[in-house]
């Protein structure tokens, strides 16, 4: 059991029609973190800046998160990002982002990091995450989230990507984008042609789609009514998965179930307010909890 | 047991990127009615014109639909529609209308009619499904579909018709313009504080939220990968849903669950295919089978 991920790690200013705030812990593998820690042991791969402040150390090391690969880069700048969203159901809008050291070379994994079981390569430029997958020794599961941009830019280097991992998993709207395909099972499908074994395919505030070879399940998203801030919702979402998952003996279609239900009760929560603050605050008892309301709601 | 349905009957002209056919059977109280006669006797109320065809007659009766209700106009024209969809996923965009006897005096429910236990008011103007329910005796469940119109044009009539049933459906859309609530559970809450006591809130291919004062439910729609038409899926969701019901004892959240599970596995066949082309093939046992795989597909 070891589970690592490999991600952003930055600074966030995020405004909703809830409030706003500035300087705020964020990035898609720290969020991955926190929700994947409620399982099992983290191990965490990320570049950050000379500026990068040692209170978000300390927070991450508090939570138990293993740093062994936090490189923190002389002469580089830490990760920015700031953004809004019209309202907590729409798409996050851009303001401004500073990709600093996100832009120059990957980060390296640990020699002791690298006999991982399970591996999630968060959104990054596809040439990257192959690097990172051949500094693996033989994991059993690696899950590869992409977005839009790479989608559009570099395609190949996509396909190449995925045809290297067990899993991938985007939203809706970068299946259809990525297959040329308006429905989401047959999406799903082409993108099973490309070579991963399962894609999970993210709808936001409708919930998530899971398709294989042979099965096909759509799970709701839980329906909290407190919603502030869905930064991070995606990538705790996959921490979740991914973190109930490294527990598990096999990946079948019954504990890939599981995990996305679990994912799915941990992006509950993350929306209930901004960054990190609810998932901090977070226990394993809330998520069993929130499931048995969510098992209940689906029995009849 | 007797399931009563008022609505719109007509001829329509569909194009989709699968195909497009003209002059077909349609209208809200004609899907609605092929869905609810899966499981019960459905008493039909509407008005066509002169021109109705009179195969479109002996259609309905050779599926058993009473259509002592069906009010052949003289003087007046039947409602004609002409949509297309650029995805079987978008909304219809709306080529041509021509409301003709559907823009004249509503139907009147026929006195042997008036008894009926279960009764589904299609979306039409509110002050017109209000004189309906005024044409009824005691039924035990009423609901009512609206529409972005209705809500527009007609908010105060609409809110006194909600005061009059028990159940409201509308699509998601729908239910964040006549509550100015983005979250879709609070938005059904605010529902119900109208008078309602279930509003049900389509998501197209997301599937429903069910919402009353005790509970919150959202059931996925099943994944089929045939879907050519989406006209008619949310008026066929409501026949399977009020046709399942008008068999049930009792209303509570576990009969109005499965009622919900039952309407979403007979839109999911209707889009299969144009018109009415699937359902008027569609058996009870088809139902049974693909709600067989939907619950499965919901339990781990």
Redesign the interface.
Known sequence: MSLLVTGSIGIDDVKT?FGSVENVYGGSAVYFSFAAKLFTQVRFVGVAGEDFPADFRAFLESEGIDLAGLEIRRGSQTFRWSGQYE???SDAETVSVQLNVLAEAGPTIPPRFADSDCVFLAATHPALQQDLVRQLKSPRLIMADTRDLWIKTEHDALIKTLSMVHGAILNDAEARLLTDQ?????AGREMLKMGPQFVVIK?G???A?LVTAD???????Y???E?IDPTGAGDSFAGGMMGYLDRQGEISM?TL??AL?HGMIIASYVIEDFSLRRLEKLARCDVEQRLAQYVE????
Chains 1, 2 share one sequence.
């Open positions: 029609p309202q907590p159901t308006n429905n989401l099972v047959l709808k505030e409708h919930g789609m099965a096909v399940a759509v799970l709701p998203a329906p909290t009514t919603v019954l179930k599981r239900a709601m689906m029995s009849f």
